[in-house]
C-alpha cells in the first residue's frame, strides 16, 4: 500500500524498484559520459550500456547484438511493426506472393495494445498493405480458426501479443507460430510481451516468434526504456536516422541510466518471479473470490488458469467503470478502465469488443492489476470499499 | 480588487448556504468555465470542487469540448486552482443524441440545433445523472444566464446578466429537475467582467476566444463538407412560390434553410427572395418575396416548461408571450395555445419564418428576463 492508498494499476505502470533506482544513481550523478566516445567517460558508460545490454539479452534468450534499446514498448512495437515489414520486403522480395496477387498483408490481433494496432494502421496507410484483424474468443484469446483462415502467404507480418493488457489473458504463442509458419512462411512474427515479463518465462514463451518488445517501467524499471529482441535472424528497419546507434538500428544516443536500470529491473523480476508469482496470485484470488462472494453480477474475464497473476479484469452488471474509477480514487483506491486516451477519457475497449462484447457490458469492465508492491492490506481495502461503490451506483 | 459585483454571486450558494455542497464544474476548456470553476473554489473551497471535461466528439474538430489542447486547458486551470479534474467520455451518447439528429434532420430538410440538444442530453441529462452517481450535488457550468429560487420554493431560470451573451435560449429545455442541480456562477457578469475576472486570476484561458458555429465541425471541412461526407446532398430547383417558375439550380437542397435569404437571388420584381419552404423528396426549395418569407405563427413540439407545467390558461385562451426564435434573436410578442401534444405560438406581427428543428423560447411578458419554457419548430 502506498501510504492510505491501494494501488491497483500496475498494468499501467509500476513504482521503481529499488534494485533498479540504485543501479542508476551513479548515472544520475558523476557517470554522465556519452558510451559513443573513445575516452574514459565514455568507455565507463559503454561498460554500463553493454553489461546492461548483456543482461536483457540473456534474460530474454537472444544474444546481446540481437537486442535494440528504445524509448519504451511503443517504440518497440512500431520498430517491430513498420521496421519488421521494410525488413522482411527488402530481403525476400523474390518470393513476394503478393506481386500480382493483391497488396502485401499485415496482420494483428483485434485485441492488441494501440501501440501495435496504430503501427499497423500507419503501415497500411503508408504502404498501400492491406491490414487484417483477428477477432478473439470468449474468454479473451486470439482466435485460432480466424488466424488461419487469415494467414495466407501474402502475410508478411504477423503481431499477436504475449500477455493482453487489460485482461491478463495468456495467448498461445506457440499455436500462433506454428501457424503462421505454416500458412504464410514468408512472414515475420511479432509478440508484443509487455504484460508478460513480471509473471512469465518470456524467453521460453515467446522462443517461436521472431520479434519480441519489452517495456521498462512495467516491471519496476524507469519509464522512457524499453527493447525489441530480435530471433532467428530477424532484422528490423530503422525508424529513427541519425548517427547509426544499436547497430543501425536506432540512432541516438543511448540512454544509459535507463538501460542499467531497466536491466537490473528485469533481473530482480526475473529472480524473484516464481515467489512473486505465486503470492500475487494468492492475492488476485482472494480479491477475486472475496469480491464475487460481496458483489451480485460479477463476471470475471477469461479463464484464470489462462490469465497471468496480476491481472484481474471484472464487469460489474449494471455499473459505468467511468464513474467507479472515480468512486473508487476518492475512497484510496487506484482501478483503470478500459484504456485511457491521450485527453484522458476512457475509451470504449477493443478489447472486450474483440471478444464481442456489445457496448454497453464493454463499459462495465474495470481492470484490478496487481504486482511486487501488491499487499494483503491493498486487497483488504479493495473488498470492503468496492463493494459499496458497486451498490450505490447501482441505485 | 475585483471589479465585479461577486457579492450578488452566486444566489444558488446563498440558498444553499447551510449545506457542505459539492459540486461538479463542467469545464470545456474556455474563460466562462474557468472562472466559474474558480468562482466556486472561492465560495466553497477545493473539496468541494471538482472539475469535469466531456470528451463528446472522437472525430477531429477546431474546438469545443472536444480537443485534447481543450482537455489540456480545462486540467491546467484545475490545477491551478487546485481542485480534482476527471474526463468522462460521453462521446456514444453524443453521437446518438447530437450528431445523428444533425445530419438526419438536415437529411430531411430540418435545421436542428445542436447546443440545444447537446444541454438537453448531454450536459444537463447524462453528466447530471453522472454527478448525482458519484454524490455531487450540483453541475455548475460557465452559461451566462442565471437561476433563482422563488419564494415557494420554485426554480427560475433567467436571462444573463450581459444581454450580447445571454445564453438563457439554449438553456430554455431546463426544468425544475435540473435546475434544481444547476448553478451558473458566471451568469451576473458580463463577458468582459468574467475576461477581466480570469485575468486577474491569472488563469491561462483569460484570451482563449469564445466557441464558434458547431464543435464538432471543422471549419475547413465546413456544414457541406461534413454532411455531405455523412449523407447523400442533392442537387435541386428554385421554385417560385407564387407562379411555380422554375428559378434555376441549387447545390443541395439539404444545405439551405428555411428564412435563409443568401443565395436565393433576386424577384422579377427586383426584391430579394427568402427560402419559404425547402422539400427534400422533390427536390425543391421554393422561394418568395420578402412578404412571403414572414409567418403568423409557428407550431412547436417537444414542447417543455421551466414549471415542469404549463402556464394557466395555456389551453383555453393561451398564454402572452415573448418568443425568442434565435440564440441572440430580438424577443417580440406572441400568445402561444396548446394544439394537440405540441404548441401554436401566434405572433403579434409576422416575423421571418423560422426553419423546421429550430427552438422558439418563450419568456415572461411581465419580467422579460424570465423563461417560460421552449419548443422545437415542426
Known amino acids: ?395 | 480588487m475585483s471589479t465585479v459585483p461577486w457579492s450578488r454571486f452566486p444566489r444558488w450558494s446563498n440558498a444553499c448556504e447551510t449545506r457542505n455542497v459539492r459540486v461538479l464544474v463542467a469545464m470545456s476548456g474556455g474563460v466562462d468555465s474557468s472562472v466559474a470553476a474558480s468562482l466556486l473554489v472561492d465560495r466553497l473551497g477545493t473539496e468541494q470542487v471538482v472539475g469535469a471535461t466531456l470528451k463528446l466528439w472522437g472525430g477531429e474538430s477546431d474546438s469545443g469540448c472536444c480537443s485534447v489542447a481543450d482537455v489540456d486547458d480545462a486540467r491546467r486551470v484545475a490545477d491551478q486552482l487546485g481542485i480534482v479534474h476527471h474526463v468522462f467520455n460521453f462521446a456514444e451518447d453524443f453521437e446518438t443524441h447530437v450528431v445523428e439528429p444533425y445530419v438526419s434532420g438536415h437529411a430531411a430538410g430540418r435545421t436542428p440545433n445542436p447546443c440545444i440538444e447537446c444541454n438537453r442530453h448531454l450536459k444537463f441529462d447524462r453528466l447530471l445523472d453522472r454527478a448525482t452517481a458519484l454524490g455531487f450535488d450540483a453541475v455548475a457550468t460557465g452559461h451566462h444566464a442565471r437561476s433563482e429560487q422563488a419564494p415557494d420554493g420554485r426554480w427560475r431560470l433567467l436571462r444573463g446578466a450581459d444581454p450580447a451573451k445571454d445564453q438563457s435560449y439554449v438553456l430554455a429545455m431546463l426544468g425544475q429537475h435540473q435546475l434544481a442541480r444547476s448553478v451558473f456562477p458566471v451568469g451576473d457578469g458580463t463577458k468582459d467582467e468574467v475576461r477581466a475576472e480570469a485575468a486577474r486570476r491569472g488563469l491561462r484561458t483569460a484570451a482563449k476566444p469564445d466557441s464558434q458555429d458547431v464543435c464538432f465541425i471543422r471549419s475547413d471541412v465546413g456544414r457541406a463538407g461534413f454532411l455531405g461526407d455523412r449523407v447523400p446532398l442533392h442537387p435541386g430547383r428554385l421554385v417560385d412560390d407564387a407562379t411555380g417558375a422554375d428559378l434555376g439550380p441549387v447545390d443541395a437542397v439539404e444545405l439551405v434553410t428555411v428564412g435563409q435569404r443568401r443565395g436565393m437571388g433576386h424577384g422579377t420584381d427586383g426584391r430579394r427572395r427568402f427560402v419559404t419552404a425547402v422539400d427534400v423528396p422533390t427536390r425543391r426549395v421554393r422561394v418568395g418575396p420578402p412578404e412571403a418569407a414572414l409567418a403568423g405563427g409557428v407550431d412547436l413540439h417537444t414542447v417543455t416548461w421551466v414549471d415542469d407545467a404549463p402556464p394557466v390558461g395555456l389551453a383555453a385562451d393561451g398564454v402572452v408571450a415573448l418568443a425568442q426564435c434565435s440564440a441572440h434573436g430580438r424577443p417580440v410578442a406572441c400568445t402561444a395555445r396548446t394544439d394537440g401534444d405540441g404548441m401554436t405560438v401566434s405572433f403579434d406581427v409576422p416575423q421571418r419564418r423560422i426553419a423546421p428543428g429550430q427552438t422558439v423560447a418563450l419568456y415572461d411578458t411581465n419580467h422579460p428576463d424570465r423563461v417560460l419554457g421552449s419548443g422545437v419548430v415542426r
Open chain 1, 1 to 395: 500500500m502506498t501510504g492510505s492508498r491501494a494501488y491497483f494499476d500496475h498494468a499501467a505502470t509500476s513504482p521503481l524498484r529499488p534494485e533498479a533506482f540504485e543501479a542508476m544513481l551513479p548515472f544520475w550523478t558523476g557517470e554522465f559520459g556519452n558510451p559513443s566516445g573513445a575516452h574514459v567517460e565514455s568507455r565507463r558508460a559503454r561498460i554500463a550500456l553493454d553489461d546492461a545490454r548483456d543482461q536483457v539479452a540473456e534474460l530474454l534468450g537472444v544474444g546481446p547484438g540481437d537486442i535494440v534499446l528504445t524509448s519504451g514498448g511503443t517504440e518497440a512495437d512500431d520498430l517491430a511493426v513498420q521496421g519488421g515489414w521494410e525488413a522482411v520486403l527488402a530481403t525476400d522480395p523474390a518470393t513476394d506472393p503478393g506481386a500480382g496477387a493483391g497488396p502485401p498483408v499485415v496482420l494483428c490481433a483485434a485485441m492488441e495494445h494501440h501501440a501495435v494496432l496504430e503501427a499497423c494502421a500507419a503501415l497500411a496507410r503508408r504502404t498501400g498493405a492491406e491490414l487484417r484483424h483477428i477477432a478473439s474468443d470468449a474468454d479473451g484469446r486470439v482466435d485460432l480458426d480466424a488466424l488461419a483462415d487469415a494467414c495466407d502467404p501474402g502475410v508478411r507480418l504477423v503481431s499477436v501479443m504475449t500477455v493482453n493488457n487489460e485482461l491478463g489473458t495468456i495467448q498461445p504463442i506457440d499455436a500462433v507460430a506454428e501457424v503462421v509458419a505454416r500458412r504464410s512462411p514468408g512472414a515475420v512474427f511479432h509478440t508484443d510481451a509487455v504484460q508478460a515479463v513480471p509473471w512469465l518465462d518470456v524467453a521460453a514463451l515467446t522462443a517461436t516468434a521472431h520479434l519480441v518488445s519489452i517495456s521498462g517501467h512495467k516491471f519496476g524499471g524507469p519509464k522512457g526504456t524499453g527493447a525489441l529482441a530480435l530471433r532467428h535472424g530477424a532484422t528490423v528497419r530503422p525508424r529513427i536516422a541519425g548517427g547509426g546507434q544499436e547497430r543501425g538500428r536506432r540512432s541516438g544516443t543511448p540512454n544509459v541510466a535507463g538501460a542499467v536500470g531497466m536491466a537490473a529491473a528485469l533481473a530482480a523480476t526475473v529472480s524473484e518471479r516464481d515467489a512473486t508469482v505465486a503470492r500475487v496470485a494468492g492475492l488476485r484470488d482472494r480479491l477475486a473470490d472475496g469480491l464475487a462472494a460481496r458483489v451480485a453480477g460479477l463476471v470475471e474475464s477469461g479463464d484464470r488458469a489462462d490469465r497471468v497473476a496480476g491481472i484481474l479484469h471484472l464487469r460489474v452488471a449494471g455499473v459505468e467503470a467511468e464513474a467507479m474509477v472515480v468512486l473508487l480514487d476518492e475512497a484510496g483506491i487506484a482501478v483503470s478502465a478500459g484504456a485511457a486516451c491521450s485527453s484522458g477519457a476512457v475509451e470504449p475497449s477493443h478489447v472486450l469488443a474483440s471478444m464481442g462484447l456489445d457496448p454497453e457490458t464493454s463499459r462495465s469492465g474495470i481492470r484490478f492489476s496487481l504486482g511486487v508492491a501488491t499487499t494483503e492490506d491493498d486487497v483488504d481495502r479493495a473488498l470492503e470499499q468496492v463493494p459499496p461503490v458497486v451498490e450505490r451506483l447501482r441505485n
